[in-house]
DNA sequence: CATGAATGAGGGTTCATTCAT
DNA sequence: CATGAATGAACCCTCATTCAT
């Protein structure tokens, strides 16, 4: 009605805005944190609410169902690994190396920060399927590898099981009592050499030294309590 | 006088052990059938005893928990999946080979029998760990080649990520739309390769005849109401 | 602008406090009424929430377990015993009539309500050892006579059988078909000359005028539905 | 049809007779056992048939409810305590004495034997009011004082709550950690004067020397597994 | 938007009792 | 009579979701 309150509900708009964003980033951190420690099953709700220090009606103003949540998180933690990987990724050329140095990487941070280790372990095959991290950045380099003769495999939808199985099931081990000497330098290699990378060069790949990825300080996963380990 | 009881208790015995049995199987044939359709979740009891045509308290009579009552099904699938498949394998000296035709054989089985692959995608990786397959079967191949030198890998642990990881996904596989021609053989190809079989002797390991694995008609994956598939 | 918030609030949380009290009261007052006319036994959350009209989920808001909930009857019990009879007894300096006093009084209560001696003799021995009741008033006057030399029993446990068991029996009696005339002053003065004081003083004591103990319209037994009888 | 078959048929339903008869009391044993640890609640029959080690079958054809076999266990009770009381009480004129030495003599064998006290306990008040006992014992001793003068009760059910009261909570006491140097005397004493006896006399009667009662080995509270104490 | 009391469908478990063998 | 598998009503308890304030 009146145009010179504009500016005041702008003001008053971008501050709900950002509060409304800070509240939804603790429902998340906190379901990160819950789902890490007690599994994807019933209760999660009362147990988020109460790490969240916010009412149960709050919640549904933000997530209309338990799925809606559990979608919302699987997509952000694919998106914050996208965000630590793609980077130290993206300088090789070579598909065989980027495939090697991403699955070194994953596992690098995974045994470093359990919390992403035990989200993806609990939250079941599905969760590596959210949100984009397959689609932009694995069928990427698996796309350039076929097309460049790197590996021998015709087939995507192959590769693809080829290449996740054995690191899904990587996660379990790095969760494990022990956890074998060279290990991820093996899967990887295991990989490459499944896709059909000659074994020679998939071992001199493997064994590059390589820059360890790093968690920043304010990234979901320190936020949603992930001791740094070793 | 003595002598002639005997029988008597034996044969009331009998009855009510066989009687006893076959109520456990249909327990656990009726489980199997929820968990294939409905995926390891809450409300599984109410759903098995429907399905079972028994009453709760008949339930309760064999099966203390759900989880008791899913670990018992998860152990009859191994073994059942054993009582099938190791005879096809055994007769293969080449750990190589037994492994390739292993995998090859269990895809094909999934295939015939959603009953089975759903069972196994639903039931989490933890599906496999029960009963003794793993151990039993997959294990004893995989340091046979590890001792023969026809792996390159070196540790188990990482032998059966890079095995079973494929695997589980190749269930996932043969439950969607599309399923790849070629899809079995270049899985157990894959395989070979990652454990560091040659890809020359891999790809001719897989690409030979191959006896289908036929289930009985009697066995749990049938009498669980798995339609055959193609 | 923060001042203004406040009140807010604190109307808010008041409003939930009171109505939290309010459901809380209605369910110990239909436990007490559930108690009393079907016993101490299995089967009662059932019957409270649908006597107190109230979903299942709310009665596992305020109590854990049944046994959580009859305590908390038998404590209320208990302090509303204590609340209506303790004034009429403290004016009395005697110990020996003040245990004449609040024996006749508690059996008159019982006779009026019968809430009050259902409760007492379904509860079984322990319904009077929750709350405050024994320890505070009881157990205060047995140590008074004892102390003065009015009583000659020497042991406080014994002094308590001796008191407790009749009056226990008594609110049998209460329910009974038959209620001879003067039973209760008979059985203070039993009780009295149990703990040693004189007959004809147990006498004299027992025979005296007695306001009737009333019990306030708003008092839980009556909103627990006791019909005052005679 | 045949006379000559006769004495066998004799023979056999007397051995069947005696079968049946054991069968009975090891149920009855096992019964008060398991009350006796269990208290009377939910879940008795399956904890009796394994104690008796006895099918479940068998039981209903001896009891066709459970409360069925609490009135049988309670009865057997009663009776086994007036068959091992009665002949020490008998002997005294005076009905004071009688009640004294009553009251002292049941107190000692709760004392010595928990079985019978735990029952008793938890059992509840009702548990003295099946059999017979009280009905023969205590009423036949009571009319016998109030006629004679001895005691100045007037009313038998008054003088019954003043008796079976005290002597129910000091079945409480007797299982409690402390029990009172000359509880058992106080106990009795109280209540001869409660019924009107002079304390002097009361005093002189349960300071009397008294032949402890014994419990024959046999015994249902032996063979039920009370251990003796004392 | 925040709050938290209330909801109630849904699931799990027990146990007295029946009944075919 | 003995047996023990089967029954199912009756309970207890949880938790995702709604809604008045």
């Known amino acids: 009605m009146k145009t010179t309150i504009d500016p005041c509900i702008d003001h008053r708009s971008r501050v709900g805005a950002e509060r409304r964003e800070r509240t939804r ?24 609410i109460r790490t969240a220090e916010v009412s149960r009606g709050t919640f ?7 799925e809606d949540l559990y979608g919302a998180v699987a997509t952000e933690v694919g998106n914050e690994l996208i965000r630590i990987v793609n980077p130290l990724v993206l300088p090789h050329a070579d598909p065989a190396a980027r ?8 596992i690098g941070l995974a045994r470093g920060n359990r919390v992403l280790a035990e989200f993806l372990v609990r939250g079941g095959p599905g969760a590596l399927r959210h949100g984009l991290m397959i689609e932009q950045v694995v069928l990427r380099d698996i796309a350039l590898g076929i097309d460049s003769g790197a590996f021998s495999v015709r087939d995507t939808r192959l590769a693809l099981d080829l290449l996740l199985g054995p690191v899904s099931q990587a996660f379990h081990t790095v969760l494990g009592d022990e956890f074998p000497e060279g290990y991820a ?46």
């Open 25 to 48: 980033s603790r429902l998340v951190e906190s379901a990160l944190r819950v789902f890490t420690e007690h599994g994807v099953q019933t209760g999660t709700i009362d147990r988020v």
């Open 60 to 66: 549904y103003n933000y997530f209309r169902t338990d």
């Open 99 to 106: 495939v090697a140095c991403g699955i070194r990487l994953v």
């Open 185 to 230: 330098q093996g899967l990887a290699q295991g990989v490459l050499q499944a896709l059909g990378v000659p074994q020679s060069k998939a071992a001199r790949l493997c064994a590059a030294m390589l820059d360890e990825a790093v968690i920043p300080a304010d990234s979901l996963f320190c936020r949603a309590g992930g001791r740094m380990v070793r």
